[in-house]
């Protein structure tokens, strides 16, 4: 009856001990994910960051003189278009025929 106490002894010790080192390696295992998680997150926030800021970017510092340049071009144009007779000729048959 001792020699059966004594393992049963020996044999909970052994599970408590076989216990123990799963909860370490359960520890490291979750600092892991929650280290990995935080990590995605801030590269996720800085992707989006990245996906709508680079469009304005490149509007500002690439686009916006050309838009300019052609906005100023389209006035002259469109101003330019008026003077001629033709069209005001076409404007005043247009207005007096109505």
């Known amino acids: 009856m001792t020699t059966e106490k004594g393992n ?4 909970l010790e052994r599970l408590i001990r076989r216990n123990s080192e799963l909860l ?15 990590w995605s ?3 996720r926030m800085l992707w989006y960051t990245v996906m709508v800021g ?7 510092y690439v686009l916006e003189p050309y838009v300019a340049t052609f906005g100023s071009s389209y006035e002259t144009f469109v101003n330019g278009m008026n003077v001629l007779p033709v069209l005001q000729d076409i404007e005043q048959l247009l207005q007096g025929g109505q």
Not at 24 to 38: C, G, I, P, T
Not at 54 to 59: D, Q, T, V
Request: glycine share 0%.
């Open 54 to 60: 680079l469009p304005f970017i490149f509007y500002f």
């Open 8 to 11: 049963s002894k020996a044999k």
């Open 41 to 43: 997150f801030w590269v």
């Open 24 to 38: 370490a390696e359960n520890n490291r295992l979750l600092k892991k994910m929650y280290r990995h998680a935080l």
